[in-house]
């Protein structure tokens, strides 16, 4: 009997100051032994380097069956084993996940347990936030880091910390505050002609004339050819330098990212940023898994990246395409997910078994591309 390799999602936890600090593994339903299923994911050759420094939170829905020899792999370092409240009830349970506890495994209650996590040695609560808070009480049992998910914006997450929250997941970067998208105006004039600039491949002089009006962008560009990823011999500290150093090719790439650099009113690092990386990483390395030529591969990157323009700048991603001089296919895929590039960028936004069968796109390279571009979220994240 051939086993399928799993199809997974991997959902970024935040820290208050909008920071990655860990992943959660979420496994499809009909992947069975949702732990299993993870431990396949966590043997891929190098993986807990390609997603450090952040810890790995790990489904193990039926703790009664878990074993100390499908641990040992794992660093207990990295690890959080996440297990539902409801199998705390059994003291066998309790007793088995004390062990694991005491041998240096960290233990995430997901629900509210109350004296059960402490008899089961869990360290952290993981909890639906959405609506409603927990008990105060259950947060106090446990020392942390405690998990709010189901977080739609930043107020939320206010909320949620002041409770006694300290790491948080949802969809709250595709909701910025309505202050927060693109600043004033003139802010978001120049982004649109920097883009247009990067979209019709300008002049090198042309964009260093409009960064040098732009200060905070020009400030993360020289942080990061000075950053250790370029491992420059000398530092760089003019514009005409940045660009020859990064190439054109890869000046694109970084500017396209560095819009969403920006930081925020609050001086908290902007959410978009790392999900923005993700998608054009990931648009990039599937396209090339299909065979896609060097310039499809390349409009892929740029169509991932800029999928969230709308959301960075509060318009309408209609008046957004109206102003760049975008590829059709990038167009297409934009506004209506559109033709093979808009079919791709759907699938990564929101990926199914349907849709990647349609696509032609095997799990374990599906895998492998999602693992490549958290692996250049994380990076990028680091160095700008």
Not at 292 to 312: C, I, K, P, T, Y
Request: proline share 5%; charged share 20%; with cysteine.
């Amino acid at each position: 009997m051939v086993i399928e390799f799993p199809l997974v999602e991997l959902q970024a936890v935040s820290n208050a100051h909008n920071e990655w600090v860990a992943l959660a593994f979420d496994v499809s339903a009909d992947a069975g032994d949702a732990f299993q299923a993870a431990l396949t994911l966590l043997k891929t050759p190098d993986v807990f380097a390609a997603l450090a420094p952040l810890d790995c939170i790990l489904p193990v829905p039926q703790p009664a069956l878990l074993e100390l020899s499908q641990l040992e792999t794992l660093p207990t370092n990295r690890v959080i084993l996440r297990v539902p409240a409801a199998a705390c009830a059994e003291p066998a349970v309790q007793k088995k996940l004390a062990g694991y506890a005491d041998a240096g495994y960290r233990i995430m209650i997901e629900g509210v347990a109350g004296m059960a996590a402490t008899l089961c040695g869990a360290r952290s609560l993981m909890v639906d936030a959405a609506q409603t808070l927990p008990p105060v009480l259950a947060l106090v049992a446990q020392p942390g880091p405690h998990l709010a998910t189901g977080m739609g914006s930043e107020q939320r997450i206010a909320e949620c910390a002041k409770a006694g929250f300290s790491w948080f997941a949802g969809d709250f970067a595709l909701h910025p505050p309505h202050d927060a998208s693109a600043g004033d105006g003139t802010s978001r004039k120049r982004l649109l002609a920097l883009l247009g600039l990067l979209a019709r491949d300008a002049d090198s002089r042309e964009l260093e004339v409009l960064l040098k009006q732009d200060p905070a962008l020009s400030y993360h560009l020289l942080k990061l050819v000075n950053s250790a990823a370029f491992a420059l011999s000398s530092p760089i500290h003019s514009f005409s330098q940045a660009i020859n150093v990064l190439g054109r090719r890869q000046l694109q790439r970084w500017l396209q990212l560095l819009l969403y650099a920006r930081q925020q009113d609050d001086g908290m690092a902007n959410p978009l940023l790392p999900l923005a990386a993700v998608r054009a990483a990931q648009m990039e390395a599937l396209s090339k898994a299909l065979g896609w030529e060097r310039d499809q591969q390349d409009m892929a990157f740029v169509a991932g990246v800029f999928s969230l323009l709308d959301v960075l700048l509060g318009m309408p991603m209609t008046e957004i395409v109206a102003a760049l001089s975008l590829d059709l296919d990038v167009v297409m895929a934009l506004l209506d997910r559109g033709g093979p590039l808009g079919e791709l960028l759907a699938l990564v936004e929101r990926h199914d078994r349907a849709a990647l069968d349609r696509a032609g796109i095997g799990h374990e390279t599906y895998w492998q591309a999602q693992l490549q571009a958290y692996h250049w979220a994380i990076q990028v994240s680091r160095n700008i």
